[in-house]
T-cell receptor, first 111, second 118 residues
Framework: QKEVEQDPGPLSVPEGAIVSLNCTYS??????FMWYRQYSRKGPELLMY????GNKEDGRFTAQVDKSSKYISLFIRDSQPSDSATYLC???????????FGKGTSLLVTP | GAVVSQHPSRVICKSGTSVKIECRSL??????MFWYRQFPKQSLMLMAT?????????EQGVEKDKFLINHASLTLSTLTVTSAHPEDSSFYIC??????????????FGPGTRLTVL
């Protein structure tokens, strides 16, 4: 079993929809959780960085971590065509250590 | 801030040649840099962890003599693919960890280098 599981999609939504992206993980030692956005043939861009359980909001993006169920989510409000990309969840046990990535979910927001 | 660059962005070479990829943190110091490779429609797979001034730590299954890593300064790490073969064709991405007392150890990624070996 991979340490981080993520549905690869693709996920297609109309512009303006609320998008929910999710990952599960197996290692209870993980306590740092990240979401990256990756456009085709580009490097990943850090969107959200959270520690332990709870919510974090930044503009249209909300990251949620539930350590009791080992479940992490990213919500995108008022989705835009420019949000079309692959979204990767990542996690690690210690700050600054190598990341364990999910496979990435491909998102398409249609006008 | 927190910009990481990679050079070259794309390289095509003949089988048997060596290719050097540079990863630079432009506006911060990075004691630790990571090298990943990514195949089409796959996630990032960690190849090695590079610490400034010391030998890199390679993941299981990654040949250290084939993928030479040098981290000579706090802003530069290089990955050299020696005697490249077509199966080495991939997207190579580096990341750099922010080293400061105020950071949480966030990692920022470079734009990637697409290597094609003919």
């Amino acid at each position: 079993q991979k340490e981080v599981e993520q549905d690869p999609g693709p996920l297609s939504v109309p512009e303006g929809a609320i998008v929910s992206l999710n990952c599960t993980y197996s290692n209870s030692a993980f306590q740092y959780f990240m979401w990256y956005r990756q456009y085709s043939r580009k490097g990943p861009e850090l969107l959200m960085y959270t520690y332990s359980s709870g919510n974090k909001e930044d503009g249209r993006f909300t990251a949620q971590v539930d350590k009791s169920s080992k479940y992490i989510s990213l919500f995108i409000r008022d989705s835009q065509p420019s949000d079309s990309a692959t979204y990767l969840c990542a996690t690690t046990s210690f700050s600054g250590y190598a990341l364990n990535f999910g496979k990435g979910t491909s998102l398409l927001v249609t006008p | 801030g927190a910009v990481v660059s990679q050079h070259p962005s794309r390289v095509i070479c003949k089988s048997g040649t060596s290719v050097k990829i540079e990863c630079r943190s432009l506006d911060f110091q990075a004691t630790t840099m990571f090298w990943y490779r990514q195949f089409p429609k796959q996630s990032l797979m960690l190849m090695a962890t590079s610490n400034e001034g010391s030998k890199a730590t390679y993941e299981q299954g990654v040949e250290k003599d084939k993928f030479l890593i040098n981290h000579a300064s706090l802003t530069l790490s290089t990955l050299t693919v020696t005697s490249a073969h077509p199966e080495d064709s991939s997207f190579y991405i580096c990341s750099a960890r922010v080293s400061s007392v105020t950071s949480q150890g966030e990692q920022f990624f470079g734009p990637g280098t697409r290597l094609t070996v003919l």
